[in-house]
Structures are given as C-alpha cells and as structure tokens.
C-alpha cells in the first residue's frame, strides 16, 4: 500500500473500512461506538500514543460490531511515536505532502521596497514541509534579501523532525498557540509583520490572525490556502463516485474530540453535509473560527479586523485543495452531496452574515485576489516577488 493511501486511512481512521456498510444509519452505529470507546475521557487531547493503544485495544470490540478499524490505520499512528523519524520521511516524501520546492534567481533585482522601512516578515509552511528544509530555508532568505528587512519561518515545532510531524500530528489550535509563542518570543516581531503561507501554513496564520494578532499581522499573503478549510482529501476529487464516498465517510468521523485532538487535517475539513449538524457546530475547530459553532467568539471578528490587507492566491489546477474557491474564501454548497455547487465568497453565510469579519474586510478594500495557471504550490519567484511588491507596499 503506497503512503498516501495509509494517511487517508489514518486521516479517516476506520472509514474505509466501514464502506461496505450501505445504510446510514449502520455508519453512524460505527462512529456511536468508536465515540463510545475511545474519547475525551479515555485519552488526553492530541495524546496519538494513548489513542492508538485505545483503538487497537478496542478494535476486536469494534469488529464484532461489522466496524473493525484497518490495523494499518493503527500501525501508522504507533509508528508515528515508535519511529518518527521513519514516519516524518515518510510523509514528506507523499504525494500528500505540499512541500515548496524553489530555487532562487541570484540575479533579481531589489524590491522596490527596499531601504523602505518595511516591516519583517514571518512564512508559515505546509503538511509535510519544514522550515528546516532547503527550500523553506531559502525562500525565507530571499524574502529577506528582496526586501531589505528580518525574515522567518516560524515552525510548530524545534527541529526538521517535531516541525514535519507537528503538522499532521499536532491538532491545529494547539499548533496556532506554538506559532503563537514563537511570534511573540523573537524580539524583532513585535511590533509588527507581514505574513506569507504556503498551503496548510495559512491555517497557522489565520487562527494566529483570529485568536492573537498582537503583535499584528499587518498584510496576510495566503498562496493556495486552506483558510476555509477542505471538503476532500488531497490528490482525491470528491466530485467523482470513489472520493465523494471517502469525502463522506471521513465526514462522519472528524467530528468527534479524538479526532479532532490528533489530527490537524481533520480540524479544518468542512462536510457539507455535515456543515449544519450538532457534531460539526460542538467539535469542529474550523466551525468555531468560522463563529458557525454553538458560540460566538466575537474576539475572532475583532482581530480579523486589525489585519489590513489579505491577498488570496489561487490554483487554477489544484489537486490539493478542493474546492479550489476555498483558497478564495469559498466552499461546497452546504447541504448537497453532488459537490457541483461551488459558492463564491460573497454568496456564503460566513461573509454575508459577517460571523468573523469577512464582509467588513472585503468593504473596506481589504481582500485581493491572484491566480497561478498550474496545480498546488507551483509558483515562481518572479510571481511570489511580483505580489510582495504590489501588496506589501
């Protein structure tokens, strides 16, 4: 079995094995009972080490049930804490991975910015990356060189090995808060920076935009974001019969606290089927950014708000991110199973409500659009460059 079809199975824990169970109602019998043995009360938050001791402990239980848990599911998660080194070199080199590859042009010109007093800047990698990694490590560099000012990638954890499996395995607002304490720990930040993301890094920078922003992100570059989550896994369409039968089954697992405690894809994966139930409104950590939870976190809209300007990148030809408008602030159509319907920003209820500020930005000029031509993180430094100059000024 090829890595990327063990992390889906990872990501789904025991979806695909549950295909088989036609009705949904037989479905929701397997995600009640892997609810029931293995939660919040058995295990700490994020704990991967308990959690994949409960369900392999659980797992005759489950099978008994017709629900039986992929014992590969559980071996990738064991090996995740026996072997990390194997299981970071292993993800990274996944079709899943979204990995910058970038070689810099030792004869650019200087940024018409330069020697202008422009603030620092963070970069925030993707699933599978590293700021440790050659091409994270000198596309920061040349940042910095472009402009004239400090630049730095941020990592979630202290080294190649924690930072590459932090970004699987450390759910997203414990992974925010890491960021977070980076940010505010480097003395040269604080008063102040421009952030760019790179794929998944862009959750990093939007939940530090919602939940911090002190010191302030002034300019936010988000290149193919997952800032308002993902309705299908990569490299898997959900608008074909296989992947939307994946799409689906995943959905009724990710929202749940074990889940949602280990998994940091799983905490920005948006069902639009599941969009406008209680599970999706009580666990999901996209719906609480979102402010479509059981609650209103009105701080969210607040800080949203003292970021000046968002420029929004998309992949024409992105198999990463889907829907693709999503790296737009768009999504599915909440409600339908086709995956057809694709809303633009401005139709959703997150912008038209304004739950967390995204029509007062948008009115106030503050939301920018680009596109590259090719699929997930293929861009070149002459467009990177191109959009600092243009919106970083």
Aim: glycine share 10%.
């Amino acid at each position: 079995m090829k890595f990327g079809e063990i992390i889906i199975l990872v990501t789904c824990i025991s979806a695909l094995s549950w295909v088989g169970l036609a009705s949904k109602g037989a479905q929701s019998k397997c995600v009640e009972a892997l609810n029931k043995v293995c939660n919040g009360e058995h295990c700490a938050l994020g704990d991967v080490e308990c959690a994949s001791l409960c369900l392999r402990k659980n797992n005759n239980y489950m099978r008994s049930l017709g629900c039986g848990i992929p014992t590969v599911a559980i071996s990738v998660l064991e090996m995740a804490v026996a072997e990390p080194e194997a299981f970071a070199s292993m993800l990274q080199s996944s079709k899943l991975a979204a990995v910058v590859k970038y070689t810099g042009d030792k004869q650019r010109s200087k940024s018409p910015l330069f020697d202008s007093a422009a603030l620092p800047t963070v970069l925030a990698h993707g699933m599978g990356d590293s700021c440790f990694n050659g091409g994270m490590s000198e596309i920061t560099k040349d940042v910095g060189k472009h402009i004239g000012t400090y630049s730095v990638c941020v990592p979630t954890g202290d080294n190649w090995l924690s930072d590459t499996i932090n970004g699987f395995l450390l759910q997203m607002d414990k992974s925010v808060d890491v960021f977070a304490k980076k940010i505010r720990a480097d003395p040269n930040l604080k008063n102040g920076f421009n952030a760019i993301g790179f794929s998944q890094g862009n959750s990093l920078i939007r939940g530090y935009i919602q939940k911090y922003n002190d010191p302030p992100v002034n300019y936010a570059l988000h290149v193919h974001g997952t800032v308002s989550g993902v309705a299908g896994f990569p490299q898997c369409d959900p608008t074909g019969f296989f992947c939307r039968g994946v799409a689906h089954l995943c959905g009724e697992l990710a929202y749940n606290e074990l889940v949602q405690g280990i998994l940091f894809q799983a905490d920005y994966f948006r069902d639009p089927t599941k969009a406008n139930t209680t599970a999706y409104k009580k666990y999901s950590q996209l719906a609480q950014w979102n402010n479509e939870g059981e609650t209103i976190n009105e701080m969210f809209k607040t800080n949203f708000g003292k970021t000046n300007k968002f420029v929004m990148v998309k992949a024409l030809g992105d198999t990463m991110v889907f829907p693709n408008e999503g790296e737009w602030y768009g999504h599915y159509e909440d409600g339908t199973n086709n995956y057809k319907t694709i809303l633009r920003m401005n139709e959703t209820n997150w912008y038209k409500s304004d739950l967390f500020g995204l029509k007062t930005a948008d009115k106030a000029g503050k939301i920018h659009f680009e596109t590259t031509p090719g699929n997930h993180l293929q861009f070149t430094e002459k467009d990177l460059f191109g959009w600092i100059d243009k919106y970083f000024a």
